[in-house]
């Protein structure tokens, strides 16, 4: 096992690297795991997790952020390669889907107890993520919130984060095809995700659903944005009013713009148009706590 330690994640310039690689070593050589600790950033950090495979590992942990990890993600999909998570990161959506507790130490040993489990990713231009993809309001939030990152705390950050990306956000005509029809939105913000955050908390209730939702809100004057804003932090957008619902296995966002910015996974690009999702069903192995797996697979079987 290799786990791959981002030093510029919150909780690892938080506490130290130096702190967090004993901690993390220590806590899984006490449960007998061959384990090789490294902290990198940048290019580094990069190399780590891609000649993993290469080297002969078959499970790769990264303990960062969503960024990381979806980086992680597309490294390892469609491969024998198991993935691990350790929350160290602001959002860890994928981490708190699965169950992993918030504190290091509980993760370290929810971890030690985890299993193998495919799960879906999403493409974006053919290029996988875990989690979500947004354009307009997501996108300026995770620009916003880079330019803050470095001058505020975490709290006062993500406040500052969405003021500054209530005022850049503005309308943007764009159609949703889905199955080969179109529809046209005058939109602030487009959101997809790899199967619907349906749960309370920016949760998934399921990982292997084999579906993308696409969620388009409206553009409706300043209040209204003010109002949707405040209702896609709590994740309590959906089925309100202005708020377009789609589910696909492939779905295409156009728009009249060549280029746009869209945030993936925490991390923003300047992509070309149209943007062309998809779902890999079961592409990723992914190391989930057991009673999750358990869980997962009683509401599987209710479902069915």
């Known amino acids: 096992m290799r786990v791959v330690l981002n030093a510029k994640a919150g909780t690892v310039r938080d506490l130290g690297p130096e702190r967090v690689r004993r901690t993390v070593d220590g806590a899984l050589a006490r449960h007998d795991l061959d384990v090789e600790v490294v902290v990198e950033e940048g290019e580094a950090l990069a190399r780590a997790i891609a000649s993993a ?110 003021g500054k990306a209530l005022m850049r956000s503005g309308r943007f005509s764009l159609e949703v095809e889905v199955a080969g029809a179109r529809e046209p939105i005058e939109a602030y913000a487009a959101l997809v995700t790899v199967n619907p955050f349906d749960a309370p908390g920016w949760h998934r209730s399921r990982l292997d659903g084999g579906l993308l939702e696409v969620l388009v809100a409206e553009e409706r004057g300043t209040l209204a944005r003010l109002k949707t804003g405040a209702e896609v932090l709590v994740n309590a957008w959906r089925d309100k009013p202005g708020i377009h619902a789609f589910t696909a296995q492939r779905v295409t966002i156009h728009a009249r713009r060549r280029r746009a910015w869209v945030a993936t996974d925490g991390e923003v690009e300047r992509e070309t148009l149209p943007l062309r999702y998809a779902i890999a069903p079961g592409a990723l192995k992914l190391l989930v706590p057991r009673d999750a797996i358990q869980w997962r697979t009683r509401q599987s079987e209710d479902v069915t």
Not at 61 to 85: H, K, P
């Open 53 to 162: 495979p290469r080297e002969g590992y078959d499970t790769v942990v990264v303990g960062a952020g969503d960024g990381t990890v979806s980086y992680a993600a597309s490294v390892l999909a469609n491969t024998e390669v198991t993935l691990g998570v350790l929350p160290l990161g602001t959002m860890n959506l994928l981490a708190y889907d699965i169950g992993l507790p918030r504190d290091l130490p509980g993760a370290l040993a929810a971890l030690h107890d985890a299993r193998p489990m495919r799960v879906d990713v999403g493409t974006l231009n053919g290029r996988p993520f875990h989690g979500v993809s947004g354009v307009g309001f997501f996108s300026q939030m995770a620009l916003a919130r880079e330019q803050v990152r470095e001058r505020q705390g975490r709290v006062v950050g993500w406040f500052l984060a969405l």
